[in-house]
């Protein structure tokens, strides 16, 4: 059940949706057998955060939920604050905002109080995309939120999730018309990976630089 766990976080993180959800599918049915509620709630988890990311807000919301009360029944916090960052995207793909704001105030409060660190970048990355989303978008917000991103990716030496933390800011200043900008942010990240070029993350900011330099 922990190699189905980590398995399926490989595959969520190089953006591989299909294979993760067969891996979250396989955890859910052997713990279900071996009466492991620890690893049946990490699964139904990780299926609430695949709905997050490929569209189905209010599956994600209903399964996120109830995962995070079954995980808490279990009187663990580990992997929370990736878990409520999933929670907030879906409620702002639903328009619930305070909400998902609640979930990403969790997130960080959760980081800070169990010191479980590997996610505060993507955490923070995430609430600039929805200080971005809301009806009446923040860009200060959301270049703050990126800019912490950045920085604790940095810190962290976390190279994926600086690519990612960068894709976002990269955007958000081609949209305020800094192309040039956004390219010399961008570049030298991409430019460090040597390998994975077929996940998500690289094609996106593969594509992202060339029309960037259009």
């Known amino acids: 059940m922990a190699a189905l766990n980590n398995f399926f976080l490989t595959r969520i993180f ?7 959800s067969v891996e979250a599918e396989k955890l859910i049915v052997l713990a279900e057998e071996k009466g492991a509620a620890y690893w049946k709630a990490c699964g139904t988890l990780h299926q609430g955060g695949l709905k997050a990311l490929t569209g189905s807000p209010e599956d994600a919301v209903r399964m996120i939920t109830a995962g995070i009360s079954a995980f808490k029944a279990t009187g663990s916090t580990l992997w929370m604050p990736m878990h ?3 929670l907030a ?3 702002a793909a639903l328009g619930r905002f305070g909400e998902a704001w609640d979930c990403i105030r969790g997130a960080l409060e959760t980081i800070d109080e169990t010191k479980e ?7 923070n990355r995430v609430a600039g ?3 971005l989303m809301s009806p009446e978008p923040d860009l200060a917000k959301a270049q703050a939120c990126f800019e912490r991103a950045l920085a604790v990716a940095r810190e962290q030496e976390a ?18 018309g800094k192309p040039q900008q ?4 961008l570049a030298p990240v991409y430019g460090w990976f040597t390998e994975g070029f077929d996940t998500l993350d690289l094609r996106q900011a593969k594509a992202l630089l060339d029309k960037l330099a259009q």
Request: net charge neutral; glycine share 2%.
């Open 84 to 86: 409520l960052s999933y």
């Open 14 to 20: 190089c953006g591989n949706y299909a294979n993760a």
């Open 117 to 123: 660190t590997w996610f505060e970048a993507e955490a």
């Open 159 to 176: 190279k994926s999730w600086e690519l990612r933390a960068a894709m976002s800011m990269a955007r958000l200043w081609r949209d305020q």
């Open 89 to 91: 995207r879906a409620y």
């Open 182 to 185: 956004a390219r010399e942010l």
């Open 129 to 131: 995309e929805i200080a």
